[in-house]
């Protein structure tokens, strides 16, 4: 059984932060990169960060210089460090968890994090 559980979303006034969290079980979470993607209401479903196996990262550029994607391998989390948040950050932040191997796609997805920016 594979499980992947987002936590840390709530709410904060703008140019405040929080820090998300991913806790997978039932894989091989240092073979998987991870990430974090977020859908706000009426729009589709965009990447925010990935970070490699090994660590590398990447961003969407509406959220470079704000927010950093770790992992910590030892504790099968990652995390999603939000700072500076704007109202436009306002959205349900999903983790995935995602591996090609042999041909085969494995992904896994979290239920999400309702994250709301708002004075």
């Known amino acids: 059984q594979v499980q992947v559980v987002e936590s840390g979303g709530g709410l904060v006034q703008p140019g405040g932060s929080l820090r998300l969290s991913c806790t997978t079980s039932?894989?091989?979470?240092?073979?998987?990169?991870m990430g974090w993607y977020r859908q706000a209401p009426g729009k589709q479903r965009e990447l925010v960060a990935t970070?490699?196996?090994?660590?590398?990262?990447n961003y969407t550029g509406a959220v470079k210089g704000r927010f950093t994607i770790s992992r910590d391998n030892a504790k099968n989390t990652a995390y999603l460090q939000m700072n500076s948040l704007k109202p436009e950050d306002t959205a349900i932040y999903y983790c995935?968890?995602?591996?090609?191997?042999?041909?085969?796609?494995?992904?896994?997805w979290g239920q999400g994090t309702q994250v709301t920016v708002s004075s």
């Open positions: 039932g894989i091989i979470f240092g073979a998987y990169r």
């Open positions: 970070i490699d196996s090994v660590g590398s990262t």
């Open positions: 995935n968890a995602d591996r090609f191997r042999g041909g085969s796609r494995f992904a896994y």
